[in-house]
T-cell receptor, first 112, second 112 residues
Framework: DQQVKQNSPSLSVQEGRISILNCDYT??????FLWYKKYPAEGPTFLIS???IKDKNEDGRFTVFLNKSAKHLSLHIVPSQPGDSAVYFC???????????WGAGTKLIIKP | NAGVTQTPKFRVLKTGQSMTLLCAQD?????MYWYRQDPGMGLRLIHY???????AKGEVPDGYNVSRLKKQNFLLGLESAAPSQTSVYFC???????????FGNGTRLTVT
């Protein structure tokens, strides 16, 4: 039973447009959420996070939105750039403890 | 700035063989983790350590052992490899609970 789901295995977006990556979760106890980005043959790198006491967090071109009632979060990238082509993972945890629960990832392809 | 270094990068084992994966970090982080990543699934935590000399089980610990004799190193051992352990293994470290993880570039293990 996957507690964190990324239902789109891949997403293709035109360069300069907005990319929206989605993540759903089932455990209402999750209170901290993170997004990681992964290039081929490399490990994931941290992108942005959000605590459950907030509904939005912004860092440059990246914004994460959290809808607790829907148990849904999304990552917006504006504008999308070729270097954003990567696999994006969403992860969740309870009380910021050691055990992150990860989604399966969404492969984002930015078309020139 | 080496960050987190994993060796080896690739390995092929026959069923029943043993091996050790080495993870080294030069950031003086207290916490270290071993994850596995399988196709269509998120990363799953195998074992983790909250400091030198300590280890704890994660989500999928069976068939693996770990040791953290020095703060900068975290070893993952497979005593008797099985085909189900074919995966990509990632090591990560973090300065504390709730801090983003820093990942190595992974070890691709194939067990035939």
């Amino acid at each position: 039973d996957q507690q964190v789901k990324q239902n789109s295995p891949s997403l293709s977006v035109q360069e300069g447009r907005i990319s929206i990556l989605n993540c759903d979760y089932t455990n209402s106890m999750f209170d901290y959420f993170l997004w990681y980005k992964k290039y081929p043959a490399e490990g994931p790198t941290f992108l942005i996070s959000i605590s459950s006491i907030k509904d939005k967090n912004e860092d440059g071109r990246f914004t994460v939105f959290l809808n607790k009632s829907a148990k849904h979060l999304s990552l917006h990238i504006v504008p999308s750039q070729p270097g954003d082509s990567a696999v994006y993972f969403c992860a969740a945890t309870i009380d910021s403890n050691y055990q992150l629960i990860w989604g399966a990832g969404t492969k984002l392809i930015i078309k020139p | 700035n080496a960050g987190v270094t994993q060796t080896p990068k690739f390995r092929v084992l026959k069923t029943g063989q043993s091996m050790t994966l080495l993870c080294a970090q030069d950031m003086n982080h207290e916490y270290m983790y071993w994850y596995r990543q399988d196709p269509g699934m998120g990363l799953r935590l195998i074992h983790y350590s909250v400091g030198e000399g300590t280890t704890a089980k994660g989500e999928v610990p069976d068939g693996y052992n770990v040791s953290r004799l020095k703060k900068q190193n975290f070893l993952l051992g497979l005593e008797s490899a099985a085909p189900s352990q074919t995966s990509v293994y990632f090591c990560a470290s973090s300065p504390g609970v709730g801090s983003p993880l820093h990942f190595g570039n992974g070890t691709r293990l194939t067990v035939t």
